[in-house]
């Protein structure tokens, strides 16, 4: 059974940083995609960043790079998510997710895998 497993999140200031990890478990995700999205109130999830371990490539979307470090363990099946910086509308669920293609990487349709999700609330 396949499972990605979010930790990390938390109550933080602005201009903080915490990181948030994601184990997967379940059968071995190296040659799949793994991506971050969040989820605030009232919102459509939105793709925060992405990263294609076998190539080792990232993907930001706009509104966290410089910010954000997606990166990854491959021998430990563990995706991790650096966020400095931190902005009061960076607050909302964030999950973790995993993608057999390595395309459209910015779009929730591509992947087959999500996690439970982690509570990210920045104050201001």
């Known amino acids: 059974q396949v499972q990605l497993v979010e930790s990390g999140g938390g109550l933080v200031q602005a201009g903080g940083s915490l990181r948030l990890s994601c184990a997967a478990s379940?059968?071995?995700?190296?040659?799949?995609?793994m991506g971050w999205f969040r989820q605030a109130p009232g919102k459509e999830r939105e793709f925060v960043a992405a990263?294609?371990?076998?190539?080792?490539?990232?993907y930001y979307a706009d509104s966290v790079k410089g910010r954000f470090t997606i990166s990854g363990d491959n021998a430990k099946n563990t995706v991790y998510l650096q966020m400095n910086s931190l902005k009061p509308e960076d607050t909302a669920v964030y999950y973790c997710?995993?993608?057999?293609?390595?395309?459209?990487?910015?779009?929730?349709?591509?992947?087959?895998?999500w996690g439970q999700g982690t509570q990210v609330t920045v104050s201001s």
């Open positions: 990263i294609r371990w076998s190539i080792s490539i990232t």
């Open positions: 379940g059968r071995t995700f190296s040659s799949y995609a």
């Open positions: 997710a995993a993608s057999p293609s390595g395309s459209f990487l910015w779009r929730p349709t591509e992947y087959d895998y």
